[in-house]
T-cell receptor
Framework: DAGVTQSPTHLIKTRGQQVTLRCSPK?????VSWYQQALGQGPQFIFQ???????QRGNFPDRFSGHQFPNYSSELNVNALLLGDSALYLC????????????????FGPGTRLLVL | AQSVTQLGSHVSVSEGALVLLRCNYS??????LFWYVQYPNQGLQLLLK??????LVKGINGFEAEFKKSETSFHLTKPSAHMSDAAEYFC????????????FGGGTRVLVKP
């Protein structure tokens, strides 16, 4: 059973460019969340997708956008890249929603390391 | 709003010694609490979780954590450190009212000395 997968593993971009990161959730999972982990810090929540809609959003600018496809996979797009966007981007998936609310446990992928020069 | 504070950004232990990593949380609603481990250049691996059942939670690799509501703490312990325990550990909190959004602490890097 494959876990959460992300592509690419590493990426180098220059300021002002745009980037797309991809995530495939664990089998049986339908909720995908994205996190940004800057060097030496804990992950910070970007946004969450469920039923192909953005359900929650953290404190990130509109340059960060996403999408979820019918097969539950997801993309994270970042426009007008800044040096400060250099980080490890983590995707996490959760099992099918429980009656009464989303499942509480998230499983993380290996991440995509983005370097902006 | 929820928050997590991990006391000590770095912890050094000798192989075979007790590992104790401290985590205090703040939450206005009943929390779910997690410990994740991150090895160099890898993603996060779930060690254990508290979801309002037993307050003493056992996880993988011999780790356990105890939820203490009165102290708003969820400290992680392992009786005997192994060299393979060298990694960064993150405590995280969420709640149903938070819609499954995880809030992480700053992490504690564990160094194991032979």
């Amino acid at each position: 059973d494959a876990g959460v997968t992300q592509s690419p593993t590493h990426l180098i971009k220059t300021r002002g460019q745009q980037v797309t990161l991809r995530c495939s959730p664990k089998s049986g999972h339908d909720t995908v969340s994205w996190y940004q982990q800057a060097l030496g810090q804990g992950p910070q929540f970007i946004f969450q997708y469920y039923e192909e809609e953005e359900r929650q959003r953290g404190n990130f600018p509109d340059r960060f956008s996403g999408h979820q496809f019918p097969n539950y996979s997801s993309e994270l797009n970042v426009n007008a890249l800044l040096l400060g966007d250099s980080a490890l981007y983590l995707c996490a998936s959760s099992p099918l929603a429980l009656a009464g609310g989303l499942h509480e446990t998230q499983y993380f992928g290996p991440g995509t390391r983005l370097l902006v020069l | 709003a929820q928050s997590v504070t991990q006391l000590g950004s770095h912890v050094s232990v000798s192989e075979g010694a007790l590992v104790l990593l401290r985590c205090n949380y703040s939450s206005s609603v009943p929390p779910y609490l997690f410990w994740y481990v991150q090895y160099p250049n890898q993603g996060l691996q779930l060690l254990l979780k508290y979801t309002s059942a037993a307050t003493l939670v056992k996880g993988i690799n011999g780790f356990e954590a105890e939820f203490k509501k009165s102290e708003t703490s969820f400290h992680l312990t392992k009786p005997s450190a192994h060299m393979s325990d060298a990694a960064e550990y993150f405590c995280a909190v969420t709640a149903k009212a938070a819609g499954n959004k995880l809030t992480f602490g700053g992490g504690t890097r564990v160094l194991v000395k032979p």
